[in-house]
């Protein structure tokens, strides 16, 4: 085992804990149509580069915050700990380490990450990041990996009462597709979501009463839901991959699956380490508008009385007025302008909205070009099967809700377009 020195975070990454002095819900106008991310919230034209990076971009991270995710917590020092490493995985071809990330005060959960490099690389890795709903043990086949301690999804191979077991090992492993992402010259990097909060709705035991110790937390209304949780947990898991030596820290690549698409989302938005955001099906409440249209899409109230904890107290007051919002997803995709973005989905899976989430796209386009860069290279959804790799990208595949091989092979492609090849 080798520790490594305490990362210090020297900047901000979303600001302090505090709010600007919003309206309540009830006197924000009706904007049935999609709010103009050009547009600040007292209605001035935003017409620089300038205007956007100083006034409308920290004014919408200050809006969904108050009004949806709630506040993300300020960044901490991270302490980290190499408990393993095997330089000979995978026949070979990678090493891969166990890292236990700690922070904050003492007893609160650390992040338990999972990094796998490719062996033989000339210069650092570029490297994918996400959350996993599994454990990390489910992700590859190795017994010697950590099995969590903590709650676990019921409904997940190899839980019993709620905690990891054994069978559970190697469950994942076609949906990480590992030997895809290190054939073509990618690190990647992922941990169990539980590790900073357990998706629960009837308890809170993560990070959040840990860090309410030093009043690092917003409390009422305004406080930080679950995804807002899980993103900060994905920038102390950055916290880590910038120090290593192993990995190219300006090609940190955000992916994720559903919720935690959300979550990568929203992620990549506050944190601009992140080079490439990929948010996987991440539907309502991520990648897909408030506003729909889509009669078989999930809606706002659904997801709030569904999962009343991953958002925060405010969102709810949306349930039957989401024409209030003075946002719309549109604005979350625009927060990780100029940087690419690529929304990925399946024909089976209208309950995530795949056309609603190609319109956000074309709405953040104007964010884009504002900043000099391409945006969607594309006036249509595309044919089935058809990449839109532009700096916006849009794919849909045939099938269900699942994060597949086929998927990574996607991924890997856009991120070979955009970030250059990694062999």
């Known amino acids: ?67 949806m995710y709630g506040y993300l917590p300020p960044p901490l020092k991270v302490q980290a700990k190499v408990e393993r490493e095997d330089r000979k995985a995978f026949d070979g071809k990678a090493t891969l380490k166990e890292v236990t990330l700690a922070f904050g005060p003492p007893g609160t959960p650390p992040i338990h990450l999972l990094l796998v490099v490719p062996n033989g690389r000339q210069g650092p890795a570029p490297v994918f990041l996400g959350l996993n709903f599994c454990g990390n043990h489910a992700v590859v086949k190795d017994p010697a990996v950590r099995l969590p301690t903590v709650w676990m999804y019921p409904n997940r191979a190899g839980v019993k009462d709620n905690r990891a077991t054994a069978e559970g090992r190697g469950t994942q492993v076609d949906t990480w597709a590992l030997d895809q992402s290190l054939a073509r010259g990618y690190a990647v990097a992922t941990f169990y979501c539980g590790d900073v909060d357990p998706d629960r709705a009837d308890v809170r035991e993560g990070v959040q009463p840990h860090l309410a110790k030093l009043s690092l937390t917003k409390p009422g209304l305004q406080e930080g839901g679950t995804i807002a949780t899980w993103a900060w947990g994905i920038h102390r898991a950055i916290d880590y991959l910038v120090t290593d030596k192993d990995l190219d820290a300006k090609r940190i690549i955000v992916v994720g699956h559903s919720r935690l698409g959300k979550a990568a989302l929203l992620a990549a938005a506050f944190d601009e380490r992140i080079a490439l955001a990929i948010p996987h099906q991440a539907g309502c409440g991520g990648t897909a508008p408030s506003r729909t249209t889509n009669s078989k899409a999930e809606t706002v109230k659904r997801i709030n009385t569904s999962f009343p904890h991953w958002f925060n107290g405010t969102f709810k007051k949306f349930n039957d007025q989401v024409d209030r919002l003075p946002f719309d997803q549109h604005c979350l995709a625009a927060l990780v302008a100029p940087r690419p973005l690529l929304y990925t989905n399946a024909t089976e899976d209208q309950w995530a909205n795949p056309e609603g989430q190609f319109r956000m796209l074309q709405a953040a386009d104007l964010v884009y070009r504002l900043l000099g860069v391409g945006g969607l290279e594309a006036k249509e959804m595309p044919e089935v099967g058809k990449l839109v790799d532009s700096r916006l990208g849009y794919w849909i595949r045939p099938g269900k809700h699942a994060m597949t091989r086929d998927d990574w092979k996607i991924f890997l492609d856009f991120a070979d377009k955009h970030l250059g090849k990694a062999h």
Do not use: C, N, Y
């Open 1 to 67: 085992m080798r520790r490594l020195p305490v990362v210090l975070v020297l900047f901000v990454i979303v600001g302090t804990v505090g709010a600007a002095d919003w309206p309540p819900v009830v006197k924000l106008p009706s904007r049935p149509e999609l709010p103009d991310p050009l547009v600040t919230f007292d209605g001035k034209p935003v017409s620089s580069k300038e205007q956007w990076l100083t006034q409308r971009r920290p004014e919408l991270k200050d809006l969904f915050q108050h009004f």
